[in-house]
């Protein structure tokens, strides 16, 4: 018990570290690689706390499609960037003040919680057998709070389409400008071929298993996103067209298919997204397969960002 407590003390004195050295570099390519090493170590800390859904989506989007988005945007900004007026004292500290006052605030709020804190997880766990799953998280998402899970990946495809908005209406339609140099590294290369079809596999076994273990599909949709960016950084694939129809089909399928199955829900099971009785298993499963799809196509496009090349006709 001592020995795990002096890693978990550790392991919080790390993330502190690397969250204040985050904060405080002035680097903008050294605060990502920060962030990035910061949201790596939260996935541990996930997995500390017996949450190995959630560190399976920390390790995806906070240390890696985040990471090459800020990244990748960092490159692009840094040409624009311009000297600004540093701010004085009176500001740093006032800043320095009201942020020990939040963080003061929230770690009261934590302690003040009743022991055991409020759950609606006995809730959850009898009506589990219902779903016809295994995994709770994943009961959570698709049943019994799907309307905001659709309306997520609703705000995903609306975010991608505020990306494409900023690029000039002569690239309308085009290609996002490619993630990788002209001539990339040998090495990288290598390794894209290496990894990427190891990759895919390992992002389908986790969607396909996260109806009954951790695992699930925003995080095996994370791994495959993943996956295409380190392809298209090695210029092993090119970013696709925004006016492709194909694309535009991938992107709204996952919501679209969701909407769809909840406006059956009055018809086949009495209210709306609710599934009907000894099938919700396998239509969960149908739902979650296109939100892959949607979901692993939206990620590296966001990456890539707006068109900026002429668009082909």
Known sequence: MI?????????????LGVAAWTVAVRDAFSAVVGYVAYGLLLAIVWVRLYAPDVALTEAAIGGGVTG?????AAKRLAPLSQPVARPGSPLKAAAAVLSLLVAGLVAA?????????PSLAPEADAALAATGL???????????????TALEKVVLVLALVGVWSVAPDRFWGGRPVPLGPPAPD???????????????????????????DPGG??????????????????????????????????LIAGPAVFLLVGLAGP???????????????????FIEAFMVLSIAVTLPLLVAGPPGGEAER
């Open 134 to 148: 295994g995994n709770a998280v994943t009961a959570v998402l698709i049943a019994y709070r799907s309307f905001d």
């Open 68 to 72: 090459v988005l800020l990244v990748t």
């Open 3 to 15: 020995f795990t407590e002096a890693i978990d003390l550790g392991l919080a004195a790390i993330v």
């Open 217 to 250: 599909a925003f995080q095996g949709a994370a791994i495959l996103a993943a996956m295409w960016m380190i392809a298209m950084m090695a210029r092993l694939a090119d970013p696709p067209r925004i006016g492709s129809g194909w694309l535009r089909l991938a």
């Open 186 to 212: 040998s090495a990288l290369v290598f390794f894209a071929r290496i990894v990427a079809p190891v990759g895919i596999v390992i992002g389908v076994q986790i969607f396909w298993v996260g109806a009954n």
């Open 109 to 117: 709020a934590v302690l003040a919680l009743p022991d055991p804190a």
């Open 267 to 285: 018809i086949a099971a009495g209210s709306f997204f609710a599934y009907p009785a000894g099938f919700a298993k396998p239509v969960i499963l």
